[in-house]
Nanobody
Framework: EVQLVESGGGLVQAGGSLRLSCAASGFTFDDYAIGWFRQAPGKEREGVSCISSSDGSTNYADSVKGRFTISRDNAKNTVYLQMNSLKPEDTALYYC????????????WGQGTQVTVSS
């Protein structure tokens, strides 16, 4: 059974930090890129960051560049999202998702972890 399980969300004050984890199982982790997405109430889901497996290349949304860092540990089948200098506008439900390296559509999605940043 394919599973993506997010953890690490919570309530934090503006300027604080959180580290999200995405633990994967049930598929060949090394063959997949992993992305983080978020959705705030009343807003569309947006891509936050993604990381390849083949070369470790990363991408970030402009809104989080310089503040968030994505990384992966293939030995643990886990991807992390280190979030620093958090802002109230970062408040959202954060999801991780997996897609084959050769494709653009994400195949698997987690259930999400809530991040709330207070001002």
């Amino acid at each position: 059974e394919v599973q993506l399980v997010e953890s690490g969300g919570g309530l934090v004050q503006a300027g604080g930090s959180l580290r999200l984890s995405c633990a994967a199982s049930g598929f060949t982790f090394d063959d997949y890129a992993i992305g983080w997405f978020r959705q705030a109430p009343g807003k569309e889901r947006e891509g936050v960051s993604c990381i390849s497996s083949s070369d470790g290349s990363t991408n970030y949304a402009d809104s989080v560049k310089g503040r968030f860092t994505i990384s992966r540990d293939n030995a643990k089948n886990t991807v992390y999202l280190q979030m620093n200098s958090l802002k109230p506008e970062d408040t959202a439900l954060y999801y991780c998702a997996a897609r084959l390296l050769s494709q653009t559509d994400y195949n698997y999605w987690g259930q999400g972890t809530q991040v709330t940043v207070s001002s």
